[in-house]
């Protein structure tokens, strides 16, 4: 029943900028944190950023501080990742899912198909 799907990647050169969506049904929207995730080839999926259920609160992995920013929109049941000077370390399927309390850790078992994201130097 939970559904999770990511959009918004692509091919951008270094520096570049992207804008990610994850479109949510199936979660309790309005009570769970939420959170972006991202697995490059041959590596372990890894914590990227997440934001509280209110909106108040925010953490990012330190690779991407200062460069990347999530939001939410309630009304929309949508996540949204904004990364600015991108860096082909960034190079990643990046995945969406709601966040168990007080951790860096994916609430749902199942994810979505993930968005491609590919920076160029």
């Known amino acids: 029943q939970v559904q999770l799907v990511e959009s918004g990647g692509g091919l951008v050169q270094a520096g570049g900028s992207l804008r990610l969506s994850c479109a949510t049904s199936g979660v309790a929207f309005n009570i769970n944190a939420m959170g972006w995730f991202r697995q490059a080839p041959g590596k372990a999926r890894q914590f990227v950023a997440s934001?509280?259920?209110?909106?108040?609160?925010?953490t990012y992995v330190d690779a991407v501080k200062g460069r990347f920013t999530i939001s939410r929109d309630t009304a929309k049941n949508t996540v949204y990742l904004e990364m600015n000077s991108l860096k082909p370390e960034d190079t990643a399927v990046y995945y969406c899912n709601a966040m168990q309390s007080s951790s860096y850790y994916p609430l749902f078992g199942s994810w979505g198909q993930g968005t491609q994201v590919t920076v160029s130097s």
């Open positions: 934001i509280s259920w209110d909106g108040r609160r925010t």
